[in-house]
């Protein structure tokens, strides 16, 4: 294959703050959601469907044994990024999607009180990774909401979030324009929706549930718009983007009732967030949706901030495919990142039942280019698996290269059928612990971490075969899949 991702293109990983980082309760940082969640029970991975949290959970988190809640250690990165960046650096990484905590930068959402020793390390940090040669690509809030949100104003459907996260936002912007290119508000905002505790802090037993996940939801457009309106305005080298774990469904057979089903479940599951964030408004499908489900929704009076506030790039994160059928009695359903679905006899899947499919992402990139027609970003891509050190101290993965190779190769078809695709982002280049089962054991990484699910281990870092695999893939510029 001859080679078609553009010389700038810009490969790397991606990593978040609450699974990585730890240090929970260090230099001031103030309690968050995922902190409050425990490890599932091994036996149920398969068969997991999602966390669901609690006005008790988090009041039983608050006493309990902090060892009891991965998120809260992480693997370290808060004092070990010096030495875990210069291992992205030795496999040429271009670019570094890393997250910010709010938790960390205003612990109380006191818009008027920064934590400088929060600050400081995220100067640190960002420095690091520029000194390194990659473009940091920097997330605001990936599924850490602080408590204080829940405690203070119930959840992101309360108006005062835009207000605090825009001057979040703000804050840093002002510091890190003239570092940071690529921005993205939220990750995977359509998770407000598909889990929304850690989305958007709305708690599972919320009275009028799914109509205040929608408000949550609405609430993080605009305050996202916002933040993209203030860029552009005085930072025009910065560029903003949005972002959905793409659900990536096909119909469970031809008949159109099925078809039918699909498209909805994409309508409301995965496309809606895209058109508020690129096109500026809703869909019209969600503005049916919103009326036959009696949510209402401030959107005429808000209409004006989302269409200024459109994004330059089109982010998603693909994992897995899923089918969706009209009539599910009877057939076998699989797990899926955020979303379950049912089956694909075509597909093979994960230990956690997510069901490998890397046409998927050529098929997707392309509807994804057609609909927004503007730069797509892999946001991530990659596939958890147990695994032990082996006596050569490294991890023979030919199953993550095989994963990568392949979805590189989708990837590049894409571009070669016309799409516009600047970055592919891996997901957890370095082991971390997992967001959905918040497990060690689900492993992501090109580089092992030694540390087992409760905890124990040396915390020391080992390169598994598939570093040497990717670094080689970003040599030569994806020619050689
Ligand atoms: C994405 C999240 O949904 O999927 C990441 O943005 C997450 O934070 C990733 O880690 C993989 O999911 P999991 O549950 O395997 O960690």
Known sequence: MRSTFPKDFLFGGAISACQAEGAWNVDGRSLTIPDVVKKIDPAKRKTFLQATITKNDV??????????????WGIDFYHTYKEDIQ??????????????????????????????????YYDDLVDTIVQAGMQPLVTLSHFD?????????????????????????????????DKIK?????????AAILAPFKGSAVLNDEENYEEKCWQAAHNQFVAAAKVVKYAHDNYPNCQMGCMVAYCQSYPYSCDPLDVLANDKFDQMTNLTFLDVQSKGKYPYFALHYFKEHSIYLPIEQDSSILLQGTVDWVGYSYYQSMLTADHTEGISSGNGNLKNGLVNPYLKS?????????VGLRI???RMYDRYQKPLFILENGIGKVEQLNEEKTVNDTYRIDYLRQHLKALKQAIEDGCEVIGYAWWGPIDLISSGTSEMSKRYGFIYVDQDDEGNGTKERFKKESFYAYKEIIETNGENL
Not at 59 to 72: G, I, L, Q, S, V
Not at 182 to 190: A, G, H, K, S, V
Not at 350 to 358: A, F, V
């Open 182 to 190: 690529y921005w993205l508000p939220f990750n995977e905002i359509n």
């Open 87 to 120: 291992l992205m650096k030795e496999m040429g990484f271009r670019v570094f999607r890393f997250s910010i905590a709010l938790a960390r930068v205003f612990p109380d959402l006191h818009i008027e009180k920064p934590n400088e020793k929060a600050l400081a």
């Open 350 to 358: 994960t230990e956690w039942g997510w069901q490998i499919d890397p």
């Open 364 to 366: 997707l990139t392309n």
């Open 145 to 177: 909401p602080p408590i204080a949100i829940c405690e203070k104003y119930g959840g992101w459907y309360h108006r005062d979030m835009i207000d605090i996260f825009e001057s979040y936002a703000r804050l840093l912007l002002d510091r890190y324009h």
């Open 59 to 72: 009041e039983e988190a608050k006493t309990a044994n902090w060892k009891d809640y991965p998120k809260r």
